[in-house]
């Protein structure tokens, strides 16, 4: 059974930060790409990230660009969302999903067939 489960989110103050969890079981992660997604109260869910698995080659949204930093611990069944000098705006439930089109898409969220429930992100004073 396809399984992603996120953790590692909380609260946490401006400027923190944060690693975002991915485990996956019932496939190996080396063989699909995994995309983080964010959706904020009010807001449409929007793409964060996402990770090739194959040569590795890392995507980001603009919005967080040098602050977010994807990763991957194949042993572990696992890929990592490292989030730097977070902002109120970065609040949000963030979600991984598998997809197996052999590219990345941040926009395209019909590509992604396995969703997480989600772990919940607050940045606040």
């Known amino acids: 059974q396809v399984q992603l489960v996120e953790s590692g989110g909380g609260l946490v103050q401006p400027g923190g930060s944060l690693r975002l969890s991915c485990a996956a079981s019932?496939?190996?992660?080396?063989?699909?790409?995994i995309g983080w997604f964010r959706q904020a109260p009010g807001k449409e869910r929007e793409g964060v990230s996402c990770?090739?698995?194959?040569?590795?080659?890392?995507y980001y949204a603009d919005s967080v660009k040098g602050r977010f930093t994807s990763s991957r611990d194949n042993a572990k069944n696992t890929v990592y969302l490292q989030m730097n000098s977070l902002k109120p705006e970065d609040t949000a439930i963030y979600y991984c999903?598998?997809?197996?089109?052999?590219?990345?898409?941040?926009?395209?969220?019909?590509?992604?067939?396995?969703w997480g429930q989600g772990t919940q992100v607050t940045v606040s004073s």
């Open positions: 999903a598998r997809t197996t089109q052999t590219t990345c898409s941040l926009d395209n969220q019909r590509e992604y067939s396995y």
């Open positions: 990770i090739t698995m194959r040569d590795g080659d890392i």
């Open positions: 019932g496939f190996t992660l080396n063989y699909y790409n």
